[in-house]
């Protein structure tokens, strides 16, 4: 019971000090493997292309056009959402690009890489949500029914798919360790999904993820010219997107659609 409160001590702690920034960091994080993948394209244009071309045989017109979407498209979304205008229709047009690199790139056969797509995806659908909420407050006093739009289905598919990353984290081995760190991340995302202490499980995970980030996907001490160097880039930022939406959870709450909600009630 004490080791309880202390922790519901030291959330409320926590949101009370980053109240004014969290929901900022945690945009910053979400659209950051869009603005590094946006920036890769410029600087690769032309590896870029070649793969496209060779893969699906397109010629090099069609692959430039693929590359140009992907560089605009990632980029312009991500100055839309940090400077908060057109914030809908930037995520819709991520949302796209997600779409479109999931099967320009193959992904749709390698579950790994389309589950950490599709939990990239319920971070954009949390931000979404976000900017209707924000849309909604102009009109505060103005009497609404009570809340059952799509926003709560928002935050509940964002929830469930920001977990989906998780998925991919769990290891099989017969470890003390890795049965330990299955057993209470399994326990945290199952938590984070039902919405039941839903800031705090989503907090405690933006912590484990944010080490396990740190500590495998260290892309800065591999030398550049090296394929891993690419590819422990891309898996850092992408989980550092997971973290930003973990982090709108903790900023925003669950929704209507949860079990804390749900408490209230009772």
Not at 16 to 41: N, W
Not at 171 to 200: E, W
Not at 203 to 216: A, E, R, S
């Amino acid at each position: 019971v004490y080791i309880h409160a202390y922790f519901l001590s030291a959330e409320d702690a926590f949101l009370r000090v980053t109240k004014q920034y969290l929901p900022h960091v945690a945009r910053l994080c979400l659209i950051s493997t869009f603005l590094e993948d946006g920036i890769r394209m410029w600087f690769q244009w032309s590896e870029q292309r070649d793969y496209i071309d060779g893969t699906w045989n397109c010629g090099y017109f069609l692959a430039s056009i693929f590359v140009f979407i992907n560089l605009f498209g990632q980029l312009s979304g991500c100055i839309l959402v940090l400077s908060r205008n057109f914030v809908q229709y930037a995520c819709f047009g991520l949302f796209g690009i997600i779409a479109l690199q999931t099967i320009a790139y193959s992904i749709l056969w390698d579950l790994k890489f389309l589950m950490r797509n599709l939990a990239l995806g319920g971070g954009l659908l949390l931000l979404l949500a976000e900017s209707r909420s924000e849309g909604k407050s102009m009109f505060a006093g103005v009497p609404t029914m009570r809340e059952s739009s799509p926003k709560q289905y928002m935050q509940l598919g964002g929830r469930v798919l920001l977990v989906l990353m998780f998925m991919t984290l769990l290891h099989f081995d017969m470890n003390f360790f890795s049965i330990l760190q299955n057993i209470v991340g399994t326990a945290l995302i199952i938590l984070v999904a039902i919405g039941f202490k839903t800031k705090l499980a989503a907090l405690t995970l933006v912590i484990w993820l944010f080490g396990i980030n740190i500590y495998f996907n260290a892309f800065w001490t591999v030398p550049a010219y090296k394929p891993m160097h690419d590819f422990l880039k891309y898996d850092f930022f992408q989980t550092m997107s997971v973290i930003g939406g973990l982090l709108l959870v903790v900023a925003l709450g669950p929704g209507g659609v949860s079990m804390d909600e749900k408490k209230k009630e009772w």
